[in-house]
């Protein structure tokens, strides 16, 4: 079973003054009390390099939200791979379904992100999930196959990549998919990696986001398949935050 990884996509929120405060708060509590997973914040670029700052030598990683699919170049108001790992980034975040319905990312595109945060030496967080209309439809597991297929670069490993399987409908809206629905979903991913990868398809960590909170954590992260959790509003919370992370089994 691999470490489970509890990342906070803090998303478009934070100013400065208050999120040093933050992770501040947040580094003192699992240095005083490790938990049983692996802790990532992926702040706005703005923050990136005063918390990696606040974090040195905290054992939480840092993570960005997005990144170019080049290395540099005239791409005005985009940050690249190597920028993020230059600041401090272990982790990127692609394809979210935010930056997929904002900026209209389609899956290749999402594919040539992954591929340049390998290139910088980034863990790739590919973000993939289902639309309401698309569950209704009885295409959820179809329509995360073919994103998978479409996300995912050549240089994937279980080393170089996150899968964060995130339900359009579960996000920002307080509903959560259902243990059934996570574990059906996760099951099918596992099989398709285990299908690309083999056995190394076991190692590679599968989240679960959308409206995650410390009151259904633990169901969440103790169900079959389930490697962690992707967070967003609960992530700007401390106390929630940290709940979450306690909640790992
Ligand atoms: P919420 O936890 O606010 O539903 O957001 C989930 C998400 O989009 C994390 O990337």
């Given at each position: ?54 974090l040195n030598n905290s ?76 569950r209704d439809a009885g ?89 962690g959790a992707l967070v ?18």
């Amino acid at each position: 079973m691999p470490t489970p990884l509890i990342a906070g996509n803090w998303k478009m929120n934070g100013l400065l003054g208050e999120s040093i405060e933050r992770v501040g708060a947040l580094a003192a509590r699992v240095a005083a009390e490790p938990p049983h997973c692996d802790i990532a914040v992926c702040p706005p670029a703005t923050l990136l390099r005063p918390v990696a700052d606040a974090l040195n030598n905290s054992a939480i990683a840092l993570g960005g939200q997005d990144c170019h699919a080049a290395q540099a170049g005239a791409h005005t108001g985009d940050v690249s791979a190597e920028m993020l790992a230059d600041a401090g980034c272990r982790y990127v975040i692609v394809g979210h379904s935010e930056r997929r319905s904002d900026h209209g990312e389609s899956d290749a595109l999402v594919r040539s992100k992954a591929a340049a945060a390998h290139s910088a030496g980034l863990v790739a967080v590919v973000c993939l999930g289902e639309s309401e209309a698309q569950r209704d439809a009885g295409e959820a597991l179809a329509v995360v196959e073919r994103q998978l297929a479409g996300s995912l670069p050549a240089s994937v490993s279980a080393a170089d990549t996150v899968i964060a399987y995130e339900p359009v409908w579960a996000i920002g809206t307080g509903r959560t998919a259902s243990l059934d629905e996570i574990a059906e979903v996760h099951a099918h991913l596992r099989r398709l990696l285990c299908g690309r990868l083999g056995e190394e398809g076991r190692d590679l960590r599968l989240l679960y986001g959308g409206s995650v909170k410390p009151a259904n954590a633990a169901g969440i992260l103790a169900a079959d398949e389930v490697n962690g959790a992707l967070v967003g509003g609960a992530s700007l919370a401390v106390d929630d935050f940290w709940a979450i992370c306690r909640s790992c089994p």
